[in-house]
């Protein structure tokens, strides 16, 4: 259920307020676990038996659009999507100042963390970003309403954690906490010494990264400026140092060399695909010999069903993220060697989440082969596990 | 008053929908804000049931603080409102 922000930059709801959320939470944990199952049944049922062999995602929504049940489903999983965002915002205007200056007292306090902030006024902002609200956000996630505002961070952080009822664990950090340790768990002998995570947001999944390898020096890097003012915020209220640099992941302004690990998470299917192809490119340039790219993402069509393409894909129509099902088309192996990669050393795996399955099952993963094999990969529901792939340059 | 601008209220883009007749998305959502406020009020009710009955015992609680429900009753609060969602949400499963 609802895991409210909890740290020293949460906000003050009302009890109604906090009402209206766990509503909605529930709202949504309704709709992605007991209306899944019982379209995908539907589907079985009535819609599969007359599918041409071998149709795909797209054919299957093409069939489903018509389905009375499908069109209960997306509605209502619209207006939860809204409800989301709805039910966080009056809180965050109304905290927007005392928000600020917590903020800024935070950025201060070198007792706490010694993280920093580089921000470029200058960024131009890419159409991908700045054309539209991705996930039906209002604003985006870089409406910047000038000096200190970090409300879009904090709307996100909020909003995030009414969205994922409970799934992405206390600090919404479930997505990098099981892969770090995965990672070390799988590669005890990798010691990454420099950390960037490609398009972080509010850095909920970055700070994992220095709670797992604590003498690294973790950079996270976003075109969005609220969001950046919030993370750098967020970090020192966590007590652990990060750098949080305004940047295009096409364009890194950082040297050849110069990281061992570049990551992401649920960052490139928000990029056309040229871009996904700089970003790559990029990785390959910033990391040293030895270094690993590695993202974390929806798995790809070729690894899936088709229904389980089409309902991953849903979001791509109906959720303002345009470039999600162009993005699942292509087939990662490919894209990581046509970045410069060595096809050898590409890999993918399912990794369990932490929170949902405990330590034990991140260990089995970091021992098993990297297959896929569960429709629980990369869907937001009970019982989810993060779907990751990369290479070692 | 802040010195920042509004954020924006809604999301850029046509709204999708998926029936025949858009008006019944529109209904859906006015449904689903209709059950939230429900709820919103249900939560409070609860609430001050919680207080009520501290004021009658005798055991005065600083409003504050009876209004925050303590962790069992939190649980009771979140079966109800699941219970409520899949009543709530039942009739489409006839569809």
């Known amino acids: 259920m609802t895991r409210h922000v909890a740290h020293d930059l949460a906000l003050a709801p009302t009890r109604d307020e906090t009402a209206a959320q766990d509503f909605v939470s529930t709202l949504r944990a309704h709709v992605l676990n007991d209306m899944a199952a019982s379209m995908k049944a539907r589907y079985e049922a009535r819609v599969a038996p007359r599918m041409a062999p071998g149709a795909d995602g797209r054919a299957i929504l093409a069939a489903m659009r018509h389905e009375p049940y499908f069109r209960f489903y997306s509605a209502v999983r619209v207006k939860a999507q809204e409800m989301v965002w709805a039910s966080v915002r009056p809180t965050v205007e109304r905290d927007a100042e005392r928000l600020a200056a917590r903020a800024a007292e935070l950025s201060a306090d070198r007792t706490r963390a010694e993280g920093t902030l580089r921000l470029d006024p200058e960024l131009p902002i890419p159409r991908n970003v700045s054309a539209l609200d991705v996930h039906l956000m209002p604003g985006n996630y870089h409406f910047d309403g000038g000096d200190g505002d970090l409300r879009a961070g904090a709307l996100y952080e909020n909003g995030l954690s009414v969205f994922s009822f409970g799934l992405m664990g206390e600090s919404l950090d479930d997505i990098g906490c099981s892969i770090a340790l995965w990672l070390k768990l799988r590669h005890p ?21 220095k709670r797992a390898y604590p003498d690294a020096r973790v950079t996270g890097l976003d075109v969005a400026s609220p969001c950046l003012r919030y993370a750098h915020a967020r970090a020192q209220a966590l007590g652990l140092t990060a750098h949080f640099l305004q940047a295009d992941a096409t364009a890194v302004p950082l040297p050849d060399q110069s990281q061992d690990l570049v990551f992401s998470s649920m960052f490139l299917h928000e990029l056309p695909v040229e871009d996904i192809r700089a970003v790559m490119r990029e990785a390959w340039r910033l990391l040293r010999p030895g270094g690993l790219m590695l993202h974390y993402e929806l798995p790809p069509n070729e690894a899936l069903s088709a229904y389980d393409g089409f309902y991953l894909d849903w979001d791509s129509h109906f959720n303002a993220e345009p470039f999600y099902q162009g993005y699942r088309d292509l087939v990662p192996a490919d894209e990581v060697a046509r970045a410069g990669f060595d096809r050898a050393r590409y890999f993918h795996a ?30 937001l529901a009970d019982g989810v596990l993060w779907f990751v792939y990369g290479a070692w340059k | 008053m802040s010195r920042l601008p509004p954020l924006p209220e809604r ?3 046509a709204r999708p929908t998926f029936f025949d007749d858009p008006a019944i998305d529109t209904l859906v959502a006015m449904l689903l804000e209709l059950a939230q406020e429900h709820y919103v009020a249900r939560a409070r009710l609860a609430a001050l049931e919680h207080w009520a009955a501290h004021e009658v015992t005798g055991a005065r609680l600083p409003y504050s603080e009876a209004y925050r429900l303590p962790p069992e009753e939190e649980a009771r609060l979140a079966d109800m409102r699941a219970a409520f969602v899949r009543r709530l949400m039942a009739p489409i499963e006839q569809v």
Request: proline letters at 6%; hydrophobic letters at 40%; a negative charge.
């Open chain 1, 189 to 209: 002998e990798f010691r990454p010494a420099d950390i960037l995570d490609l398009g972080c947001s509010v850095g909920h999944q970055t700070l994992p990264w």
């Open chain 1, 350 to 379: 399912a990794i369990p989440s932490l929170g949902w399955y405990g330590e034990e099952a991140v260990r089995a993963a970091a021992r098993a082969s990297g297959t896929i094999g569960s429709d629980h990969v990369g869907r």
């Open chain 2, 11 to 13: 999301a850029r883009g």
